[in-house]
């Protein structure tokens, strides 16, 4: 019964996008995007409901697929077309090859007659479960709030060509290029959707087509394809030297140490090793990491909606999905050692750089470059403890993100800026987005959260394996963490010095939905924190290395969630008390007369002057011009190194 299901999850979504090109009606194509949307969300739900009937079992299914497989490489090669086109139209030559090299790979392993072992070509379990959940429910919601959104961002940007059904057909396509991804256990299939997702991210990067948007794009598109060069080649060399293109015998050749070949080739030892290590290189172009952590930044010139599917339930989630299923084998390598490294260190680097910023989405921008390091961090590490603590940096991300960058793009559209500073005193302003951003805020970083408990997690791991450089990268990066989104967080409480009329908000109906569910997900799943560990997390550890134990016991997790509910209390008291009392009734001194409105004060010559409180941003200390330039040329020489010992030591 689950079988139709997986297709139609694939498939509809990729339907869904070539109707939103043709409807040209705002309205109609509104309609049809929220029943495309509900559909997709249902069909996730009726898939958990049927493998939860069975048990909750692993399902394999879709052993011989010839025509599926002949379809996909098609579509891989028409997929190859298109980006050379494009990189012809723009003169990006080069990177056109980084295109046409794995999938001329892919094309000779299909046709050249290699004896390949029949294996499935779908594996379902719980971590498929969950990634269909965050992709099918975070994806849905974000097309749903797309369609109000897209209206106010033309309206506010008015030079630029309205293409919503060209965005909207995007965003349809990004939602079934990745269920393909988490669903596919065959590597030549979790290649062709690592390309579409690629080329998916590099269309919405360049949705406005303005230079900055174009220039952004190409540079998302070759660190992409770049990642997917050596996906296709770690894919390419254990095909040839195993006869296999399963994903979980890869892992479990690694684990078990078995590199047997018919022909007996002695060259064919360490091959997986070495798959391994190229497939999780891979991993990190797609997860943002250092050094390629500059096309995830340079996202943030397209529209709100696909920065919050970018970074939050679609593209950096597929590298890191990738890294959770290769764990167990990185386990005690040198190849999960690069890794744990690669991830503490983008942790610590861009926390940093995100305290430089006040605009409000390349804070989250790097916010979520920071935590994708963490999570890569915990899959490097390979162990029972990390991988949970991995799996809530997953879920709890995937809802804040999500939340935070709609937010910020439904406040941005009302106040015609989304620069920190400008929202101080929102929640007096506009409380409605400010108590949505204070829940988004809290679930990032406050205790006791699922964030602040994952990264103990991860840092008591560390501690356990006496990782002295993770313990300080995971140390200083929580605490570096904490700094920006306190300021974040205290301007929104703050009693304004702008003015104390509520600024009109032009949010849409469509939007509202969104932010609310968000908002209503999020408390929730904080709630229902124990829960959630006990039921689903638990026995997905215990899936993946044949046993599990309490990361944390349940009735500590259970007075936590007590806990919880006292911090959402406090954007709600604020406000109360602020319509209720006058602030500040007594004059503040101010270098001069108090006007009496403690905003503004005459001076000595007798003039008007305006107050105004902003926090310091270090610009000059740990500015993104100051750090980046330097983590890259660092991290590109680790990762370098590593990779030549790795394969070096794995040929010996």
Known sequence: MVMPVVPFLILFPLFMACLMYLIRNDNVRKITAFIGAAAIMTAVGILTAQWSAGGCQVMTLYTETPLADHVILAAEILLMCVVTILCFEYHKYWISLLSILPTSGMMWLELSGSKIASSCHVYIDRLTILMCLIVGVIGGLIVIYATGYMKGYHEHHKDLKDRSYYFTALLFLFLGAMFGFVLSESLLWIDFFWELTSVCSFLLIGYTREKEAIHNSFRALWMNLFGGCALAVGILLFAVYQNSISLHELVTCCQINQFLVPSGDSTALGVPSIAIALIAFAALTKAAQLPFSTWLIGAMVAPTPSSALLHSATMVKAGIYILFRLSPAMYGTMTGSMIAFIGGFTFLAT?????????????????????????????????????????????????????????????????????????????????????????????????????????WS????????????????????????SFYWTKWMGKLISHTHLTEKKIPEVTRPTELLSLSVHAVLMVLLCILFPLLS????????????????????????????????????VPFVSYVYSRKVTFNRKGSYMNGVNYGDNRSFVDSFGERKVLWLSNDYFRNIVGQRKLMKPSQIFTASVLIVMLVIIIGGAAV
């Open 534 to 569: 006990k039921v689903y997390v638990n026995p997905l550890i215990e899936e993946m290395f044949g046993s599990v134990t309490d990361v944390l016991p349940n009735n500590v997790l259970i007075m936590l969630s007590f806990i919880i509910l006292l911090v959402f209390a």
């Open 458 to 481: 991860a840092l008591r791991a560390s501690i356990d394996e006496r990782n002295i450089i993770l313990v300080i990268f995971i140390v200083f990066g929580s605490a570096t963490t």
């Open 351 to 455: 926390s940093l750089m995100a305290i430089a910023q006040s605009d409000g989405k390349k804070v989250l921008a790097f916010s979520t470059i920071s935590n994708l390091g963490l999570m890569v961090a915990c899959a490097g590490m390979g162990q029972q403890e990390t991988i949970w603590a991995g799996v809530f940096l997953m879920i709890f991300h995937a809802i804040s993100k999500s939340l935070l960058f709609q937010d910020v793009g439904a406040t941005e559209n009302s106040l015609h800026s989304r620069d920190v500073e400008d929202m101080h005193g929102l929640l007096y302003i506009m409380p409605r987005l400010a108590m949505f951003m204070f829940i988004g805020i809290a679930g990032m970083f406050l205790a006791p959260f699922g964030m602040l408990i994952s990264k």
